[in-house]
């Protein structure tokens, strides 16, 4: 394969070199690339920014993660921040620091993930900065998006009573992680990286290329159900949880066998020995819709297809519950990847 | 002095910790750290948005940087270039990779210096990432600022006959840089980095604490004067004239004995034994604004303290050109740092 040093063309001909075909689709894209600052205009509506460090090493592992998957989940993960807020993602910039190890063509791939996610979700590449690094790659991204005021959804607006909804299903990116880590493992030291993963696909997409849930948003809108709070799984459904109920001054009580896992996720759970309901609440990586309503809008959420009512809010006082399958009850903890990995 | 570790507090703590004490000065700020995004409101203006990534070890090093003015000059590199659009700098969302080198203090440190930076500019922190990293200390700032459409600079504007002019002086933040170079050098090895730089304050100065040129902006606007191209010089005037013509499809001609440098930065170039011109044209770092005006308006602008006129717009196809201080004439080219360095 072709390898063009980035030294070749410098900082100036680098960007100009990725960004030469981009053509501006959204009316709020007044100027993109190019200058100082990009101008955007926002008229009538409110402006969301929201903004994603990922760094070589800690976030990605560029052994068994393409640079074509990358460049699309980091802009993915970033749009899911703004239909986490019940809005629309318009712009991104994207910023990198690049070691020698990468070539021109290297930086073409990833970005061709980029442009891919971008022409997918409606959004403009508009500025981004680019970087000689000393160790591995840097990716920095910041996500602009936009929203009517009567519709922004906050984390903090969960009522007692309402009911707590999640998109899709949890756990299988985590899985897939688990996968991925271990066929390395396996791997280690041969330079060809193709392990069989027949049957395990939908783990690997869902960890080597998610999706934000744009169709949701626009569910939700078509029904005319604008939720009480809302927050996407990033982190795990626990964490995201303790988030609405920390802002909202509420408890919740959420059902174990409410929790929707896929068949994959529960068979590789299985396979790691791991327990799935731990992995479903604390995986993370979902980038699915965790959202709450006042209960009268349960049939309207209920007709959204791939949503699932998981349980409801209660009062401040009663704490974060999970009622198990056997009729237990215990208190969600925000246990996070790492301490499943330890434990 | 106290060292509390970051994975005590663990990231939401850490950002709790670091966020806690924002209080959003901005109307157009709605809704700043602690959802999935900020919430700006930008009606019926434009929203401006620039981003900057700074590596350790690339733009800067810790061994003569102080955190406190690293925070500081990260946000105003990134103020510079929305006053360089003639905007107005309104947020920022501050992203940083860590590694466990950095304590809990020496983030506050950084952070003292962001939240002085914004104090004095008018700014809000209103969102950011943070993440662990392998090595070394990742800084990403995105600006979001505004301007009226009627106000906005670009660089294409530039038109034969503009005068060019620039603020400040050019080439001190090089000149700070080489000493700062030249001690660590001479101290390599020991632990206490205490040289004595009396008489070379401003030298430091320009290059550890650097200011956005927002009084120029205000100025330019109490004098009615809307620029038809402006850039901040942050790679040289060299690289800036060279994006000006490119982007205008002119030429131009500025003059040896105008471009405006400091006698520190003349001293020290002697020194230094290097050429002060070719320090003041690639030095780069100096975050002064350099832009074009019509002829007619020559009056107006050199009433403006610290505003010099360097030279002016000529047809593309006279190139872009430096009258010599004994009457030559050379071709401008944008050498950037590195060359001065070799050459």
Chains 1, 2 share one sequence.
Not at 133 to 161: F, H, M, N, P
Not at 269 to 277: D, H, K, Y
Not at 299 to 316: L, M, N, P, R
């Amino acid at each position: 394969m072709k390898r063009t040093e980035i030294a070749s063309l410098g900082e100036f001909g680098l960007i100009d070199h990725l960004t030469k075909n981009i053509e501006l689709k959204n009316p709020s894209s007044q100027k993109g690339v190019g200058d100082d600052a990009a101008v955007l205009s926002y008229d009538n509506k409110k402006t969301l920014v929201t903004t994603d460090l990922l760094l070589e090493g800690i976030h990605f592992d560029l052994v068994y993660v393409p640079l074509k998957h990358l460049g699309y989940k980091s802009a993915v993960v970033n749009f899911s921040d703004i239909y986490a807020m019940n809005g629309q993602p318009k712009q991104i910039t994207v910023s990198l620091g690049i070691s020698k190890r990468f070539s021109v063509e290297d930086l073409e791939t990833f970005y061709e993930g980029v442009y891919l996610a971008c022409e997918e979700y409606g959004v403009d590449v508009i500025g981004g900065d680019t970087s000689a690094s000393l160790t591995g790659l840097t990716i920095s991204i910041t996500c602009i998006g936009e929203g009517e005021e009567s519709q922004i959804v906050y984390r903090y607006g969960a009522k007692d009573t309402d009911l707590i909804c999640v998109s899709g299903d949890l756990g299988a990116a985590f899985m897939g992680l688990q996968l991925l880590e271990r066929e390395k493992t396996v791997y280690d030291g041969e330079t060809d990286f193709k392990p069989d993963f027949s049957g395990k696909e939908y783990l690997l997409e869902r960890q080597l290329k998610p999706e934000a849930r744009k169709d949701i948003v626009k569910f939700l809108r078509q029904e005319g159900v604008v939720p009480t709070s809302m927050i996407d799984v990033s982190d795990g459904l626990s964490s995201e949880l303790k988030h609405i109920c920390k802002q909202s001054g509420v408890g919740c009580r959420i059902f174990e066998e409410r929790i929707p896992i896929d068949y994959q996720t529960a068979v590789m759970a299985e396979q790691f020995n791991m327990n799935v309901t731990t992995v479903a609440l604390n995986g993370g990586e979902d980038y699915e819709l965790l959202f709450t309503i006042p209960l009268y809008l349960h049939d309207k959420v209920s007709a959204i297809k791939g949503v699932h009512v998981i349980g409801h809010i209660t009062k401040e006082e009663y704490g974060l519950l999970l009622e198990t399958r056997d009729g237990g009850e215990i208190s969600l903890k925000a246990q996070g990847w790492d301490s499943i990995k330890e434990g």
